[in-house]
Each structure stands twice: as structure tokens, then as C-alpha cells.
């Protein structure tokens, strides 16, 4: 019997395992996937939003404020990269500069702090690569960069320190009361038992919900494509610039990323399937095409890849975050579209708060809220570099050329708690294959030591869990004497 089962390993449901982690309570995240980050919190846009935009007297407008609030603090507790680059959204004609006007006051009353309306010539002495034609322009400079994976990644390791349990590879298939009190949550690996249940399950939250509430939720998958641009890129822009935010969005971005490449994106297309991430040439073309009008000169051949993400858009287009009125102890966080990655650190703690009084639970005397990163050798001066090669030999071998990551990176990354047990895991921690190759070169060494770190043949590597594995058979079993078997 466990107190809590939260259901979904994205940044939500991590953060609130890892402030839940601070309480004396038996927690649980079950997450479908090999690894925790693997839906919605891994393809966005990596913005930490200033919070001028959701409605005032939101849940969204609320969550986002106090979540960008947090994040200096949090992140040095976490150690993980963030930084407050500021953001531009540009209007270029003048029902633009109205709808920006609107967008300050909004600003004003969420309390977003520094919030300007500043002139075209400001802008381009900030931002020379704008296009041409900007009539004005707001400047948030409490908006920032940060890294989705490692935040996730990062409340997760925490939460794991502190004592919470992670059952990955574990789908959940239905919810219903316990015979004595609770909640038993049925996954196919068997029935858990459980006091409360966090429902983070992203654009399947609303099937969750459902399976409980008489007050029915309905939840749309907006895919949104984005574009990556090497590091060559890096220096277009120092700010993250917007265009006028439309009624699907915050609209296309053009935005340095924490890791110094240059994002583009995202689109806001409705889809019907909750799995359907897949980029489309028609939705690359747009994003590119709208991308045009806000920065000049944007160097499009330098994409390294591209992706897409899923938004759980609720409906009402709000979040739902707190107890269900008509299912006691099952608690919802739902519509989680963006600002989720901003909002999250606000979501994690205000719920565990919530939680733990509605369970009875005490904080407990020996919580540590603090969690050291995976080292980078590239931040250290090459004195203490060379040191730490002459100490452990793994940091002086670089498997990943493209971003520069050593042997000792991609050792730490499989043996911390939480580690990756697949080559996309090590890539979210570390960045290997994250560059201009794209895991062309190094993608070989990376699985033989995913290999030996986890006992496994080198055909049971995977690169994202389930049946992913990169090798399907050896040569000398497939042909003999020159023919095919």
C-alpha cells in the first residue's frame, strides 16, 4: 500500500514526486515508458515564460508567475543550467501594438516583474537580426532558457534520494476504488494499491479522469513542429522572440536554446492521435515560412534535425490542478499545455503541500532538497581538467565529438540514480548525439558501454526501451557460403 501513485514521469508528475519526496509518505511514480521525460516534457520549446500572457486570475496565469519565481533558487538546489535571457514579442503594425498594449496590462496584473513596451529602434539596437518593419515591441526581461530534460531528469534523481520509488516500463490501464478505502491503480504488470493518485498522465489525463469523475474531462493533442539549428547558428539572437500570440498559441519562436543552438518553432496543429508526434513537410514548411517574418536572414540550412511535441490542450484552456470534487484523494494535473515546464516547480510544491495534509503526512527532518549534477569537464579550468583525467581516465576519452562528452560523462549517466538504460537516456543527460552528426559517429561506443554497464548483449541495446534495439541479428547467422539463410 503506498500513499501516493503518481502516474506520469514528465516534469509534472517528477516535481511533484519530488516535493511529495519531502513528507513522510510511501510515494510511487509509475511511468509507461523506459524512462522518465519521454512525452510531452521532451519535445518543447525549453522556455521558462514570464507569465503575461495566460488570462489573469487563471490557475495558468498563477502557476507560471510563481513557477518563473522559483527558478533561480531551484535551479542551484537542482544544478541544473538556466538562464533569464529575456524575451521580445514584436507587433509590426499598429493592431499589433494594441494587442501588445493588452498584453502589458495582463502582465501587469499577473505581477510579471520589469515588463516594458519598448520602441522599434530599441529593438533593434537589442536585436539587429529582427526583420524589417517592427512598429514596437514588449520586453519581458524575467523570461528564460532552461534545459526540459535535465529538469525533469533532475527532480526525479531528487525524488529517488529522497526516497520515492520510479516503476518505469509499467503502463497503467485503469483506476478504481480500492474495496477498503483508496485507490487501486491497474497496470500490466499487476495491481497497486494505493491511499491517493496524482493523475500527470498528459494528453492521456483525461482518460484517466474519466475513468473516475462523473464531470468528464476531453483533452486535444496539439502537435507542435520545431526546427534545430547548430551551434554555428548561435548569436542570431540573444533573446527569445515572438511574434503576437494567436488563439492556438503562443505562436513561432525563434529562441537561443541553454546548450547555445538556435530553436524555431513551434506549430499549433490539432491531431487526433495521442501518439501522433511525427513532423510533416507541411508543417516543417509553415513553421520555416512564419519563422521569415520575425528574423532575418535565419541560416535554415543549418537544421540538425527536427522534431515534434504533443500539448494536452484541455478544452477550457486552463490547467486543472487539485483534488477531483466527486473522487476523494485522486488528484488531477491536467491541460498541463505551456506554460507547463514554467509552471511546474509551483504545480510540484503547492500540490505536495495539499496532499500531505489531506493524508495526514509530516515533513520530515532529513529532506535534502539539494542534488549534484552529472560533471562537465568542458566548465572546468584545464588545470583541474587535467587532474581530474590524471584521477579517472574515462574523462580524457571523448565518445561524443560533436559535443565534446566523455566516457566518464556517459559512465555517470548510466550509474547515478534514475541512470539511463538506453541510448536516448544517456542522450538526455549528456548530449551524446545531440550535435551536428546527429549519433553518426558515436553512437557505436555508446552502446557497447550501455552494454557492459547493464550486463546485456549489444543486440539488447535499445535506443528508446520497448523493441527499439539497434541490432537484429549477426551477419555470419544471416548468409553462409554466399547465400542468405
Keep these: 500500500m503506498y500513499d501516493v501513485i503518481v502516474i506520469g514521469g514528465g516534469v509534472i508528475g517528477c516535481a511533484v514526486a519530488r516535493y511529495l519526496s519531502a513528507y513522510t509518505g510511501k510515494v510511487c511514480v509509475v511511468e509507461r515508458e523506459g524512462d522518465v521525460c519521454c512525452g510531452t516534457s521532451k519535445a518543447n520549446s525549453a522556455l521558462i515564460h514570464a507569465g503575461f500572457d495566460a488570462p489573469h486570475g487563471s490557475a495558468m496565469a498563477y502557476y507560471n508567475v510563481k513557477g518563473s519565481q522559483m527558478m533561480p533558487a ?20 499598429r493592431q499589433g501594438l494594441e494587442r501588445l498594449k493588452k498584453l502589458y496590462d495582463n502582465g501587469i496584473k499577473n505581477g510579471v516583474e520589469g515588463l516594458e513596451l519598448i520602441e522599434p529602434q530599441r529593438v533593434y539596437e537589442m536585436e539587429p537580426n529582427v526583420a524589417p518593419g517592427v512598429t514596437g515591441a514588449l520586453y519581458a526581461p524575467t523570461a528564460g532558457i532552461v534545459c526540459p530534460f535535465l529538469m525533469t531528469i533532475a527532480f526525479g534523481e531528487n525524488a529517488v534520494a529522497n526516497g520515492v520509488e520510479f516503476r518505469l516500463n509499467t503502463e497503467v490501464t485503469g483506476v478504481t476504488k480500492g474495496k477498503e478505502g483508496g485507490w487501486t491503480v491497474q497496470t500490466r504488470a499487476g495491481a497497486l494499491h494505493t491511499r491517493a493518485v496524482v493523475n500527470a498522465a498528459g494528453v492521456y489525463a483525461d ?18 513542429d520545431y526546427c534545430l539549428l547548430d551551434h ?16 492556438e498559441g ?15 518553432g513551434p506549430t499549433a496543429i490539432a491531431v487526433d492521435d495521442r501518439e501522433g508526434n511525427n513532423t510533416t513537410a507541411a508543417g516543417l514548411d509553415e513553421l520555416l515560412a512564419k519563422v521569415g517574418k520575425t528574423v532575418s536572414n535565419v541560416p535554415t ?14 478544452d477550457g484552456r486552463e490547467f486543472l490542478v487539485g483534488e477531483v470534487e466527486d473522487a476523494p484523494f485522486f488528484f488531477d494535473c491536467a491541460g498541463i499545455e505551456s506554460p507547463g515546464l514554467s509552471s511546474a516547480p509551483a504545480i510540484g510544491v503547492e500540490l505536495a503541500e495539499t496532499i500531505a495534509s489531506r493524508l495526514g503526512l509530516d515533513k520530515k527532518t532529513d529532506w535534502k532538497p539539494e542534488r549534484i549534477g552529472i560533471l562537465d569537464p568542458k566548465k572546468l579550468t584545464m588545470e583541474k581538467r587535467n587532474e581530474l583525467i590524471r584521477r579517472e581516465p574515462a574523462y580524457g576519452q571523448i565518445i561524443c565529438r560533436c559535443e565534446m562528452i566523455s566516457e566518464g560523462e556517459i559512465l555517470d ?41 547493464l550486463g546485456i548483449g ?3 541495446v535499445t535506443k528508446s526501451g520497448g523493441a527499439s534495439r539497434f541490432i537484429l541479428g549477426h551477419t555470419k547467422e544471416r548468409y553462409q557460403g554466399g547465400g542468405r539463410r
Excluded: Y
Excluded at 236 to 247: A, D, L
Excluded at 301 to 314: D, H, K, N, P
Design 74 to 93: 531551484l535551479a542551484k538546489e537542482l544544478d541544473i543550467p538556466f538562464r533569464r535571457n529575456g524575451a521580445l514579442v514584436l507587433a509590426f503594425d
Design 207 to 224: 482518460l484517466l479522469h474519466n475513468m473516475v469523475s462523473g464531470k468528464k474531462l476531453h483533452i486535444t493533442p496539439r502537435r507542435g
Design 232 to 247: 554555428t547558428a548561435s548569436g542570431i539572437v540573444e533573446r527569445t522572440i515572438f511574434q503576437v500570440p494567436g488563439p
Design 250 to 264: 503562443k505562436g513561432v519562436l525563434v529562441t537561443p536554446t541553454i546548450h547555445d543552438n538556435i530553436l524555431l
Design 301 to 314: 540550412r543549418q537544421v540538425i534535425t527536427s522534431f515534434a511535441g504533443l500539448r494536452a490542450s484541455e
Design 413 to 453: 549517466a548510466i550509474r547515478r540514480p534514475l541512470g539511463a538504460t538506453n541510448f536516448d537516456g544517456v542522450k538526455r543527460r549528456v548530449r551524446t548525439g545531440m550535435g551536428r552528426c546527429q549519433a553518426g559517429f558515436c553512437s557505436p561506443r555508446v552502446m557497447e558501454l550501455l552494454a557492459k554497464e
Design 458 to 460: 549489444l543486440d539488447q
